[in-house]
């Protein structure tokens, strides 16, 4: 089987950095996603790594290490829209069954 | 638009009452998968299916069924709902090597 874990809730002021870390055990692993889900709406892909090391989308970088079983979404220049729930996902070899963290609640404060 | 499209978005049901939500892409998409959301248990995987008469239980699939007979839909049935079976529902899909996951907006079910 497979268990992830994420903070519950993060605060942080516009244009701050904000760093949610996930760690993940699995019995099979192929990659680990991240998804952005404002409330009422429909989760949003936001960045997927299956290899170690850091990938960045503008204002978002994800970081994997599949030795630490660990990795990391990065929200940088925080704006207001900002505010949102954040999962990390991983799959399982096969590439369809996938297990979703709790979510983390982030809160941007003017 | 290239989108996922979920039927009904909201429904209140009875216990014991069949029902079928329907999700459809338009993205020609191999994979496609249903998940439920509760509070603070984030999403949890259903069932998926890897492309046309292939599906497979997820983490949840006990009281659900579903069938790909068509790569553009791919339905979820409750043969006999529960309240336990409240909740909110979505539909994904994505080519077979893509990364990115594209939701539907969700279905909202209550069973009494």
């Known amino acids: 089987g497979q268990s992830l874990e994420q903070p519950s809730e993060v605060t942080a002021v516009e244009g701050a950095i904000v760093q949610i870390n996930c760690t993940y055990q699995?019995?099979?692993?192929?990659?680990l996603s991240w998804y952005q889900q404002h409330d009422g709406g429909a989760p949003t892909f936001l960045s997927y790594?299956?290899?170690?090391g850091l990938e960045e989308t503008g204002r978002f970088s994800s970081f994997l290490s599949r030795s630490d079983s660990y990795g990391y979404l990065l929200l940088q220049e925080l704006q207001m829209k900002d505010s949102a729930s954040y999962f990390c996902?991983?799959?399982?070899?096969?590439?369809?069954?996938?297990?979703f963290g709790a979510g983390t609640q982030v809160v941007v404060t003017p | 638009e290239a989108q996922v499209t979920q039927n009904p978005r909201y429904l209140i049901t009875v216990t014991g009452k069949k029902l079928t939500v329907t999700c459809s892409q338009n993205?020609?998409?191999?994979?496609m998968s249903w998940y439920r959301q509760d509070p603070g248990l984030g999403l949890r995987q259903i069932y998926y299916?890897?492309?046309?008469?292939?599906?497979d239980k997820g983490d949840v699939p006990e009281g659900y069924k579903v069938s790909r007979k068509e790569k553009r839909n791919f339905p979820l049935i409750l043969e006999s709902p529960s309240p336990n079976q409240t909740s909110l529902y979505f539909c994904?899909?994505?080519?077979?090597?893509?990364?990115?996951?594209?939701f539907g907006p969700g279905t909202r079910l209550t069973v009494l």
């Open positions: 994904a899909s994505r080519l077979t090597n893509g990364d990115t996951q594209y």
């Open positions: 996902a991983v799959s399982d070899d096969s590439w369809g069954k996938f297990q």
């Open positions: 299916s890897m492309n046309v008469e292939v599906t």
């Open positions: 993205m020609n998409h191999e994979y």
């Open positions: 699995t019995s099979g692993f192929y990659g």
């Open positions: 790594n299956a290899l170690d």
